[in-house]
């Protein structure tokens, strides 16, 4: 079933929110909410940390995509997916087509780290690698569109039915914690957050997001207006260096109360934090929530607060590189 | 309210763990149990694991230290407790004192990590710094019974309220995951196995330990039928050099059916696999379990089994020395 987004048919969205859930429910992990009392008193808030890093492929991605693939015909089903992915969302794809039996081709930059083109190939999805780059990017979504002109492209974030998947892990948390004084959550792309505000503003709650510094794209186009893009893709935050989309973008204007920006240090002190004390491991830019919260104690004192941590798929063997730059933060 | 243990006397134990859980509920995290398909595809088996390093301070120690607080009289509760620990047994019973309001001392080997004194330090409880080893603990202890004789001593695991309290991890185990076909714990002191050993018996499920080849000495115990001394304590697994108490044997010795050995090396590879799969900080001690059920796959394929993860208390700032080992294993 489709959904439009306009602004004032919130109780349309939240019903497409609703539904969503109710499809994925039987596939997805209800993942668990943590808190952490260290936190909390370094935060001066109460921290409610809905864990989407404990999700199936290690990141909420898997909620839009296995929602993006339920809503798909008999038909579309049996033509097959396809997308170009270079990390989580790939991921995400081929292990919904691995549960609903529907075949996956991903297209993945030959650059992209070992460790991510594994985790596409555990689930038995296709892989085409392809040259880096956004016009390398197109031209495989291009090809792949005549070579399969059947099967269906699933995006990444710019869509109704990613957004309303990935908005399903707001809705989960504002079950348990049903009186948080706000959500946080990092933006990219667009779709976790704009999911999540719709969530949030439907609950009248204030929606926070999350961006680095070095690609406040995010933050540059709620200033503007209008879509802008991100100026040096080079923030240790790997889920977080595309552009808004057309489809996201209107939502996060209407619906996010403010973006937050962070540095690169803030984003590594907050994550040696996350591994720390709440013992998971977190990806950098799941981080940038805490970092966010933490480097403005005063303007959320005693507000309970819920953090969307989007992910936890980071290399552990390269971990040297990063604790030493832990250590001199 | 006081137990004793006797072979037999299945009912009054759990029932006594029962009026534990009762009791502590409000204090502990009933923590969360996590599944990941990539595990279960490696085992062979349904693996749930039961995560404690996602319990107050980091691991199920905290069960066990507010089980035996909240048994304390008015009197014993403000004349303050006091115990002998380096690691998670310590800051447990800090965080409980302070929770509960009742003065806490941990006498504490000069030698232990810094990132522990602080974890016991952050609950506000008083430290001694005393010489390492056995004799000083000992001599630790007769001089604080002599300074505070009113105040009582907590130790670390053989103890019917610590054996009590940590029995009731595996308590919320089994209830939210009814169907399972065995549980497996580490085992150390004995305190979390011999608890979580009279939970699965009492439900007629089968109860298997992980001990370092290294330290093997609850294996030795088992086959011997008394308690033998851990042999030389130089295992990774910090959590579990010590030997088993005159409580928690027996109970061992009639409810544990296998106790399985695991080298350095596997405790290393399953500690980076649960890392790098299931997302979540794990201590050495703690991937004992998902070691032996590695290296027995043709005896747990295909079963459903519970694993107690006991805790999460790693320096993460001294990772790049095990990762180098991970990245030898």
């Known amino acids: 079933m489709n959904w439009q987004y306009a602004a004032g048919s ?19 992990v209800n993942t ?3 808190q952490n009392a260290y936190l909390d008193e370094l935060s001066g808030a109460r921290l409610y940390f809905k864990c989407e890093n404990l999700q199936r492929t290690g990141a909420f991605k898997f909620r839009g ?16 997916v396809y997308t170009v992915s270079s990390g989580n969302h790939g991921a995400a794809l081929a292990c919904a087509g691995d549960i609903l039996n529907i075949k996956v081709t991903v297209a993945v930059p030959r650059s992209a780290p070992a460790v991510k083109k594994a985790n ?28 399969q002109p059947d099967a269906t492209f699933i995006p990444p974030y710019n869509h109704e039915h990613i957004i309303a998947g990935q908005a399903t892990a707001a809705l989960e948390l504002i079950k348990v914690v049903p009186d948080l004084a706000g959500m946080i959550a990092p933006v990219g792309g667009g779709g976790l957050l704009s999911g999540s505000a719709m ?58 109360d403010e973006i937050f920006c962070v540095s690169e240090q803030q984003v590594v002190a ?6 720390q004390h709440l013992k998971v491991i ?11 919260i933490l480097s403005h104690t005063a303007r ?27 250590e001199h933060v």
């Open 300 to 326: 959320f004192e005693g507000q309970p607060l819920g953090l969307i941590i989007s992910g936890g798929n980071v290399d552990i063997t390269r971990l040297p590189w990063q604790v030493e730059r832990l």
């Open 120 to 147: 596409i190939k555990r689930y038995r999805a296709q892989i085409i690698e392809i040259e880096p780059g956004m016009q390398a990017r197109e031209a495989a979504v291009a090809k792949l569109t005549t070579e």
């Open 10 to 28: 919130e109780a349309l969205q939240l019903d497409a929110i609703n539904r969503a859930h109710q499809l994925i429910e039987p596939f997805v």
């Open 32 to 34: 668990p909410v943590l």
């Open 199 to 256: 969530v949030a503003h439907s609950q009248g709650l204030p929606m926070y997001a999350a961006e680095p510094e070095l690609v406040n794209d995010a933050w540059a186009s709620l200033q503007s207006g209008q879509i802008e893009p991100a100026r040096s893709p080079d923030s240790i935050c790997d889920g977080l260096l595309t552009n808004l989309g057309d489809k996201t973008f209107p939502i996060i204007r209407d619906h996010v």
């Open 282 to 292: 977190v990806e950098p830019s799941s981080a940038t929530v805490l970092a966010a």
């Open 65 to 80: 995509a296995c929602h993006a693939l339920l809503q798909l015909t008999k038909a579309q089903r049996a033509a097959g």
């Open 270 to 275: 907050a994550m040696q934090l996350i591994w």
